[in-house]
């Protein structure tokens, strides 16, 4: 049995290591333990994880600039893929927002990562053509 709850900063540590062990998703300095309390802070109630009796098998985290949706770090364990636990997943998220008033959401996927790019279009997810996304980063700090 699968339930998904909010999650909170004492789930860090085991989203942590979903997200180590799954090819696709990239761990930044954005992904410290200080990080995620600030954007849980900022995002109460938008990011979830999916758990069994056994322990964490899936997470999502989604935050908001007042505008847009933006949504990073979907996983899910492969012994447990296929059974929705994406969808019941991002459908809270997009939920989330929705209650705020914000009707799009974004995400960016690695240019290598068939499969999801696959599963966002296969949910209705467009891949924008219109747009780049240009991002600077600190010097010296390349890991942001
Ligand atoms: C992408 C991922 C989150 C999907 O998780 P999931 O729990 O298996 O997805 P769901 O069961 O909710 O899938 C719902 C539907 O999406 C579609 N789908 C799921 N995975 C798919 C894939 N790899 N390719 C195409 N369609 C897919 C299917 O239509 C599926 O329904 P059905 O197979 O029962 O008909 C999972 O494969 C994963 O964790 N991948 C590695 C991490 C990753 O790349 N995350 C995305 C980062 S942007």
């Given at each position: 049995m699968?339930?998904?709850?909010?999650?909170?900063?004492?789930?860090?540590?085991?989203?942590?290591?979903?997200?180590?062990?799954?090819?696709?998703?990239?761990?930044?300095?954005?992904?410290?333990?200080?990080a995620?309390?600030?954007?849980?802070?900022?995002?109460?109630?938008?990011?979830?994880?999916?758990?069994?009796?056994?322990?964490l098998?899936?997470?999502?985290?989604?935050?908001?600039?007042g505008?847009?949706?933006?949504?990073?770090?979907?996983?899910?364990?492969?012994a447990?893929?296929?059974?929705?636990?994406?969808?019941?997943l991002?459908?809270?998220?997009?939920a989330a927002?929705?209650?705020?008033?914000?009707?799009?959401?974004?995400?960016?996927?690695?240019?290598?990562n068939?499969a999801?790019?696959?599963?966002?279009?296969?949910?209705g997810?467009?891949?924008?053509?219109?747009?780049?996304?240009y991002?600077?980063?600190?010097?010296?700090?390349?890991?942001?």
């Amino acid at each position: 049995m699968t339930h998904i709850r909010v999650m909170t900063l004492d789930d860090y540590d085991a989203v942590l290591a979903l997200m180590r062990q799954t090819p696709g998703i990239s761990i930044r300095d954005a992904d410290s333990s200080e990080a995620t309390a600030r954007y849980l802070q900022r995002n109460p109630g938008m990011s979830f994880v999916a758990e069994t009796e056994a322990g964490l098998c899936g997470c999502v985290m989604c935050g908001h600039d007042g505008r847009r949706g933006y949504l990073q770090h979907l996983l899910v364990l492969p012994a447990f893929r296929r059974r929705g636990i994406a969808d019941a997943l991002v459908q809270r998220c997009l939920a989330a927002l929705e209650a705020l008033g914000i009707g799009k959401c974004h995400l960016d996927v690695l240019k290598d990562n068939d499969a999801a790019a696959r599963y966002w279009l296969n949910r209705g997810w467009q891949l924008r053509q219109d747009i780049d996304r240009y991002s600077f980063t600190r010097p010296g700090n390349e890991n942001a």
